[in-house]
């Protein structure tokens, strides 16, 4: 069955780095396009960032903009999410998920990031 399993969360310091990644199966990864989002406490759903099947289109919010890198390797459906010079307001569930055109998509269970001193 399709899964989306996140890892690498925790707690970090301010300015630190974390490596979030998503392990994908039971789906044709290399034809979904890849999505982060992040939910902070008490608010909702925040677009993070995307990249397209082929790595040749990756997308960010400006909030994460030259901080954040998504990245994709087709040969082990994986994707990623490296955060630099973190900051308190990056507290939140990070979640991926899987689009296709004309699909439901798939999401992963969530992995906590926590930016505290």
């Known amino acids: 069955q399709v899964q989306l399993v996140e890892s690498g969360g925790g707690l970090v310091q301010p300015g630190g780095s974390l490596r979030l990644s998503c392990a994908a199966s039971g789906f044709t990864f290399d034809t979904y396009w890849m999505y982060w989002v992040r939910q902070a406490p008490g608010k909702g759903l925040e677009w993070v960032s995307t990249i397209n099947g082929e790595s040749d289109g990756t997308y960010y919010a400006d909030s994460v903009k030259g901080r954040f890198t998504i990245s994709r390797d087709n040969a082990k459906n994986t994707v990623w999410l490296q955060m630099n010079s973190l900051k308190p307001e990056d507290t939140a569930v990070y979640y991926c998920?899987?689009?296709?055109?004309?699909?439901?998509?798939?999401w992963g269970q969530g992995t906590q990031v926590t930016v505290s001193s």
């Open positions: 998920y899987a689009m296709f055109s004309g699909k439901p998509p798939y």
